[in-house]
């Protein structure tokens, strides 16, 4: 656990303060070396030999991942799904694992297909239920619990303190993706989560111009070891210029998501009331079911995240999507411009979504014009 008592703000704003010791810049240089020189001796003193194992430009912003979760140490991958497959891939041919019944539909689908196939066993819940959570543990054999929160796309806010509580009372650890949420609105780690992940090309990054992933763990352990030798021998490591781009976009960090928290409750309230809307999914509403769970575990917003049930159905979220002219229609989330997607079309077939649902990711534009274009395509 880190000591400092720096706010995010701070660490962000300064990515630590950083100075490159030979020209005293602020900002740190990009190494594109994939080799490193080895000693006369045979020996490696500098620490590193070759890319696909340590690459210097990733040092900054795993340190700053690190001290902004309060973990012990981060690792980064070259793609959210790098980072979130690892810890599976650290497990062995069948161990069980439990996760949330809706989740990040990409990792859901590995899960049911190529890591069954591998041999893991995994079971899907409603993770808001907690004796669903503990009937589905499998003493001594189940090894992780993954959570998401909140959750894609219907945004569900997980117990995190509850579910490491769980984990931990069956020897199994809690991982949990934190992407949505942030070190700034969720501190898994302090909740007592073993593992935080994030898709590092959402609100990490917050520009839809860099595919990053990461994951910090609470503590240096033999598991974490083992994560560390899946990211070096399979080599999804993050290119050094992606490194260097996601730690600037990480200096502002703290504001785009206060923004994009202001934003999204803004939408939510509006579109609550509209006469096109049946439903709106965002943990910051009273009507949302687990609003004092979220009240209690999130804080500086509820992210940027919400979605809406449209009424007339299927065709009419279509319709609506294809409506609007601010907003953009595309999947991804987490940037500085809003985007609005039809989630059970990317999802397809078996998709837990329901088929009148969009999914917003809130940018960090005014308010007031995001409302006004989303309320015309509506038809309002
Ligand atoms: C995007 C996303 C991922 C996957 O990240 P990639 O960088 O696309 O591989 C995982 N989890 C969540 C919640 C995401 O939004």
Redesign the pocket.
Known sequence: MSDNPLSPETLCAQALGWIEPTTKAIVQPVHMSTTYLRDEDNEYRSGRSYAREDNPTWDQAEELLTRLEGGAATLLFS???AA?TAPFLALRPGDHIVAPKVM?W??RKWLIGPASEWGLKADFVEMDNLDAVRAAMRPGRTKLIWA?TPA?PMWQVFDLAALAEIAHGAGARLAV?S??ATPILTQPVALGADLVMH?A??YLNGHSDV???SLTTARHDEFWQRICGVRTSCGGVLGSFEAWLLLRGMRTLPLRVRQACANALHLAERLEGHPRVEQVLYPGLASHPQHDLARRQMRNGFGGMLSIRVKGGEAAAIRCAAQVKLWKRAT??GGVESLIEHRASIEGAGTPVPGDLLRLSAGIEDAGELFADLSQALGA
């Open positions: 793609a959210g799904m979130a990040y990409g990792l998401e894609n993706d992407t949505c898709a090309t959402k595919l990053a992933g991804s989330l």
